[in-house]
């Protein structure tokens, strides 16, 4: 079972992001109009999971099997859906060197792709907020870092009061 862990900032972050969409960039290049550091490891000062998020915006007429074949030969088998499947993937890989990745692909000016940003953003914006928000997640490893379903569960609940607000 994993582990969750929280890490000080770390600009390493910001450069893995940009060495990894120019890695992947040639495989999705026909299906993506964006693409966007988003997550925690997106905030300057905010202490994150090691998982650099990267959101990929696709155009309207994007053929999600086939970008979900093209990614997984960039090194990303992982393809998990939701009941939203038909409109947005998340795929998961771990590089070499233990840096997690994962890429949401939406389709651009979604609510999906634009409540990720918004919220990034309202971080980078709003110190109170991004404290409020590391010490969510600081609280909820501490009382069971094994609790992935609950981390992500009350995380989920924290960003859609905060962009309810905004």
Do not use: C, N
């Not at 959101?55 to 053929?63: M, P």
């Amino acid at each position: 079972m994993t582990e969750l862990e929280l890490r000080v900032f770390d600009v390493a972050w910001v450069e893995a992001y940009d060495s990894e969409i120019l890695r992947i960039g040639p495989y999705v290049a026909p299906w993506v109009v964006g693409q966007v550091h988003v997550g925690s490891t997106a905030v300057p000062g905010l202490a994150a999971r090691p998982v650099i998020d990267i959101l990929l915006e696709t155009d309207g007429a994007v053929d999600l099997g086939r970008m979900s074949a093209a990614l997984a030969q960039a090194g990303y088998p992982t393809h998990l859906s939701d009941s939203l499947a038909r409109h947005r993937r998340l795929y998961r890989r771990i590089d070499p060197e233990g840096v997690g990745f994962h890429v949401h692909a939406a389709p651009l000016g979604s609510a999906y792709a634009q409540d990720m940003i918004r919220f990034r953003d309202a971080l980078r914006a709003d110190r109170a907020l991004a404290e409020a928000y590391q010490a969510l997640k600081r609280s909820l490893i501490a009382r069971d870092s094994r609790d992935l379903a609950g981390y992500f569960d009350a995380k989920t609940a924290f960003i859609a009061d905060a962009l309810a607000r905004s």
